[in-house]
């Protein structure tokens, strides 16, 4: 299993959200960048960057976080928040990133898209599914689309899509454990399928018992920077996974 953390930016700052509460917010960090190579450092590969202005509205306003993390780390980057064209999907892998992660088009342009997919090829995607009672939530968590989660993936596995991140909103920020029934449940009918555990994750032991039940991913957010992983933990799964 793949330990991806993530860096959450408002304002170019480092950021967490509780259940994507903007009123919420704590800063971590001035400057991205050192967080990023703290990650690098430890022996981790993979980067989530969500930018929170993005998905609140705001359009694509931390491109330059980006730049900077890309140009100056050799982390796989996927960014995603609030894109909403070509011309921003564009304008993010030539900011460097690798992978763009993709929420709101998705339920609310499938048309859009499916033509990315065949523009760009379905591994440079990595769908979201945030979900709250199984339902899909989007923009920023701020709207219901009484979108069933199975519904949904239903639909990206159609589109030669083969991994998703999920994120239980109710889990989010609360460092109570992720949402273990969720994922094992959309394991069980599509074992396939490479799902990334996203929210909730509270500690190291969190780590394993999501492996064991098949997630090939998962998103680390809080724990880290409340230090309830530490950098040592993780570098005993790396050498243990």
Same mark, same amino acid.
Not at 18 to 36: E, Q, S
Not at 118 to 136: E, H, N, R, S, T
């Given at each position: 299993?793949? /330990?991806?953390?993530?860096?959450? @930016?408002?304002?170019?700052?480092?950021?967490?959200?509780?259940?994507?509460?903007?009123?919420k917010? !704590?800063v971590?960090? *001035?400057?991205?960048?050192?967080?990023?190579?703290?990650?690098?450092?430890?022996?981790l590969?993979?980067?989530? @960057?969500? *930018?929170?202005?993005?998905?609140?509205?705001?359009?694509?306003?931390?491109?330059?976080?980006?730049?900077?993390?890309?140009?100056?780390?050799?982390?796989?980057?996927?960014?995603?928040?609030?894109?909403?064209?070509?011309?921003?999907?564009?304008?993010?892998?030539?900011?460097? =990133?690798?992978?763009v992660? @993709?929420?709101?088009v998705?339920?609310?342009?499938?048309?859009?898209?499916?033509?990315?997919i065949? *523009?760009?090829?379905?591994?440079?995607?990595?769908?979201? =599914? $945030?979900?709250?009672?199984?339902?899909?939530?989007?923009?920023?968590?701020?709207?219901?689309?009484?979108?069933?989660?199975? $519904?949904?993936?239903?639909?990206?596995i159609?589109?030669?899509? $083969?991994?998703?991140f %999920?994120?239980?909103?109710?889990?989010?920020?609360?460092m109570?454990?992720?949402s273990?029934?969720?994922?094992?449940?959309? /394991?069980k009918?599509?074992?396939?399928?490479?799902?990334?555990?996203?929210?909730?994750?509270? %500690?190291?032991?969190? /780590?394993f018992?999501?492996?064991?039940?098949? %997630?090939?991913?998962?998103?680390?957010?809080?724990?880290?920077?409340?230090?309830k992983?530490?950098?040592?933990? !993780?570098?005993?799964?790396?050498?243990?996974?």
């Amino acid at each position: 299993m793949e /330990l991806i953390p993530a860096i959450d @930016i408002i304002d170019g700052k480092c950021v967490r959200l509780t259940k994507g509460d903007f009123t919420k917010k !704590i800063v971590y960090n *001035d400057n991205p960048l050192d967080v990023a190579k703290g990650f690098e450092e430890a022996g981790l590969k993979r980067l989530h @960057i969500v *930018d929170l202005d993005g998905a609140n509205g705001q359009g694509l306003k931390n491109l330059k976080t980006l730049e900077n993390i890309s140009g100056n780390t050799s982390l796989v980057i996927d960014f995603g928040g609030g894109l909403k064209t070509t011309e921003d999907i564009k304008a993010v892998f030539n900011a460097g =990133a690798s992978i763009v992660s @993709i929420g709101s088009v998705a339920v609310k342009n499938p048309d859009l898209f499916s033509q990315w997919i065949i *523009d760009f090829g379905p591994k440079k995607f990595l769908p979201g =599914a $945030d979900v709250l009672d199984k339902k899909i939530k989007i923009h920023g968590w701020k709207e219901n689309t009484g979108i069933d989660i199975f $519904d949904f993936i239903e639909n990206l596995i159609q589109l030669n899509i $083969d991994t998703i991140f %999920c994120t239980d909103i109710s889990k989010d920020g609360m460092m109570q454990g992720p949402s273990m029934d969720l994922y094992k449940e959309i /394991l069980k009918r599509y074992p396939e399928l490479h799902l990334i555990a996203s929210g909730g994750i509270s %500690c190291y032991e969190d /780590l394993f018992t999501l492996k064991e039940a098949g %997630c090939k991913g998962a998103i680390i957010g809080k724990a880290f920077y409340e230090g309830k992983i530490t950098m040592q933990q !993780i570098d005993n799964f790396l050498k243990n996974n």
